[in-house]
Structures are given as C-alpha cells and as structure tokens.
C-alpha cells in the first residue's frame, strides 16, 4: 500500500457503494478481503457492484453467471453481518443504447439491491488509446464530448438505474490532450446531463476513483455536483469504485465531503426496496436541516 492510498483510505464512514470483486473482469480481489478491511476501517455498508456488460465480446459479458454473483455476495453477507459490516448485492452494468432492451430484460428478471449505470471506453471508442489523437484533431470540446455524453444521457434517460457512475469517466481517457481544467471552463456541457437527472430522479455517483487516476478529482468535480444539486437534484451516491486491495474506500471521505459541500445531507442508496438514504457523518459540513 502506497503513502497516497494510506493517505485517502475512509474511516468509520456509514457506506461504501461501489466495489468491485474478482467476479469482475479487471479485478483480483476476494470479497472477504474487502469485507475484512470494512470491519478494520469502521465502514458499516459495502455494495458489490461487479461489472456486467452486454456487447459480445466486452470484458464482462457472461463473465460470471447471475447466481454464482449472487450467491457468492449472499453468502458473504451471512458471514459478515455479525461482525458489524452489510454487505449489498449491487451491480454495474455497462450502459450500451444499442443493447438497451437486453439491458431491461436483464433487470426485469435478475433481482439486485442496487444497480448502477455506467458508461465505459472500450477499444471501439473514439476515446481509445489509438483513436483519441485522431478523434480530437480539429473538433471543439462540445463535439470532443458528445458521444460519452450523449450515451450517458440515453443511460439517464432509460430509467433503468438507481445512480449514473463516474458520470464523465470519459475525463480520464482525454486527460491530457483536454484535461479537467479544460472541462470545468465549460459547465454548459453538462447541463443536458443534470437536467436529465433531475427530471428522471436517478442518483448522481460523486465516484472517488478520478482522484487517484489522472484528472486528479471525483467524476464529476465538485462544481458539477453542485450545479446539480442548484438544479433541483436530491439524490447522490458516493463510490471508491475500488477494484485492488489497496484502493479500497480510497477517496471515499472525499466524495463525501464532495456532496456535503454541494448541499447533500445524505447518500441515495437501495437495499432490494425502495430507496434508502443513508446520513452522512456531521464531520463533513453537512448543511444544518432547516
Ligand atoms: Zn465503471
Ligand atoms: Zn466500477
């Protein structure tokens, strides 16, 4: 474990709601590995949200089968709950317009606690490690941006989510031919997506990932949270998105105070029911109730 990881581990903080297990693709991590590092830093609530993809051929498609997920998360949950830590059966499914009907299917007939809706760069992407040169030669940041953010406003609009993760992930593929900075100079490029949560009540992900990848801070940055929550949004979500050992619950305590700066009391979350939320500790500056 680095200093830097040490450095932003959370502590004694009610909920950690997005986790990645080895029934993901891109991680190695046993689930009790991470269950035995919530008990040690006090984090009461973990959600496994391992990836499932619907493009054949992508990472996660039929990577684990839905009862193995749930049984291997179920079974933890038993073992874990008496030494103090909820463990959550969650999921994240890479949002995809062209497969948005296998999607509802899916979540018609596959009961979660939590679902959450992401949008990913995959090789075929104009965001590519090959293609972004190409992609960003000549093309203003509105068209650099449109189709991550035109899916993620399809994937917001589908309804079919409890929250929409690392809203602008796409941040960490363009860093740094356009970086944050560049990002943050124009606000208006979100809008579309804020105004579409708001409208559809689906969750915003303060994702705490971003700050320990290249751009440096939360996906999306606490402006955006906070112009959403200016908006008329009531529902955020806060996520390490941890996928190592060493990473978990990093950057958590940040996304915290990330909502709590923007105005936020509590966490939107679900347990299986309806929607839960989960107060955040007074330590951040949460707003006073009024
Ligand atoms: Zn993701
Ligand atoms: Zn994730």
Same mark, same amino acid.
């Given at each position: 474990? +680095?200093?830097?990881?040490?450095? +932003?581990?959370?502590?004694?903080?009610?909920?950690?709601?997005?986790?990645?297990?080895?029934?993901?693709?891109?991680?190695?991590?046993?689930?009790?590995?991470?269950?035995?590092?919530?008990?040690?830093?006090?984090?009461?609530?973990?959600?496994?949200?391992?990836?499932? $993809?619907?493009?054949?051929?992508?990472?996660?498609?039929?990577?684990?089968?839905?009862?193995?997920?749930?049984?291997?998360?179920?079974?933890?949950?038993?073992?874990?709950?008496?030494?103090?830590?909820?463990?959550?059966?969650?999921?994240?499914?890479?949002? $995809?317009?062209?497969?948005?009907?296998?999607?509802?299917?899916?979540?018609?007939?596959?009961?979660?606690?939590?679902?959450?809706?992401?949008?990913?760069?995959?090789?075929?992407?104009?965001?590519?490690?090959?293609?972004?040169?190409?992609?960003?030669?000549?093309?203003?940041?509105?068209?650099?941006?449109?189709?991550?953010?035109?899916?993620?406003?399809?994937?917001?609009?589908?309804?079919?989510?409890?929250?929409?993760?690392?809203?602008?992930?796409?941040?960490?593929?363009?860093?740094?031919?356009?970086?944050?900075?560049?990002?943050?100079?124009?606000?208006?490029?979100?809008?579309?997506?804020?105004?579409?949560?708001?409208?559809?009540? +689906?969750?915003?992900?303060?994702?705490?990932?971003?700050?320990?990848?290249?751009?440096?801070?939360?996906?999306?940055?606490?402006?955006?949270?906070?112009?959403?929550?200016?908006?008329?949004?009531?529902?955020?979500?806060?996520?390490?998105?941890?996928?190592?050992?060493?990473?978990?619950?990093?950057?958590?305590?940040?996304?915290?105070?990330?909502?709590?700066?923007?105005?936020?009391?509590?966490?939107?979350?679900?347990?299986?029911?309806?929607?839960?939320?989960?107060?955040?500790?007074?330590?951040?500056?949460?707003?006073?109730? +009024?």
């Amino acid at each position: 474990m +680095t200093a830097a990881d040490l450095a +932003t581990s959370a502590r004694d903080v009610p909920l950690d709601s997005h986790l990645h297990t080895n029934l993901s693709p891109d991680c190695n991590v046993a689930i009790d590995v991470y269950a035995a590092q919530a008990v040690e830093h006090g984090i009461d609530e973990i959600a496994i949200t391992d990836h499932v $993809d619907f493009e054949p051929g992508a990472p996660a498609y039929e990577f684990i089968p839905f009862a193995t997920r749930e049984r291997v998360v179920r079974e933890a949950a038993e073992r874990w709950g008496p030494h103090g830590v909820a463990i959550r059966f969650g999921v994240e499914i890479t949002y $995809d317009s062209r497969f948005d009907s296998a999607i509802r299917d899916h979540l018609d007939q596959h009961r979660y606690d939590y679902v959450i809706g992401s949008v990913h760069v995959y090789a075929d992407s104009p965001y590519g490690a090959s293609r972004i040169d190409a992609w960003i030669a000549g093309r203003s940041l509105a068209e650099i941006v449109a189709p991550y953010f035109e899916e993620v406003e399809r994937a917001i609009r589908s309804e079919l989510f409890d929250t929409i993760g690392h809203l602008d992930f796409v941040k960490r593929y363009l860093h740094p031919h356009v970086t944050a900075a560049d990002l943050a100079a124009v606000p208006e490029l979100y809008e579309p997506l804020l105004v579409a949560l708001v409208e559809s009540g +689906t969750a915003l992900e303060v994702n705490a990932s971003g700050l320990r990848q290249a751009p440096q801070e939360t996906y999306p940055s606490a402006a955006v949270v906070a112009r959403y929550q200016l908006l008329g949004g009531t529902a955020v979500s806060a996520g390490s998105d941890a996928h190592t050992k060493e990473s978990f619950s990093s950057g958590l305590e940040e996304a915290y105070r990330v909502a709590a700066a923007a105005g936020f009391r509590d966490l939107a979350f679900r347990r299986g029911g309806d929607r839960v939320a989960v107060t955040l500790p007074d330590r951040y500056g949460t707003p006073a109730h +009024t």
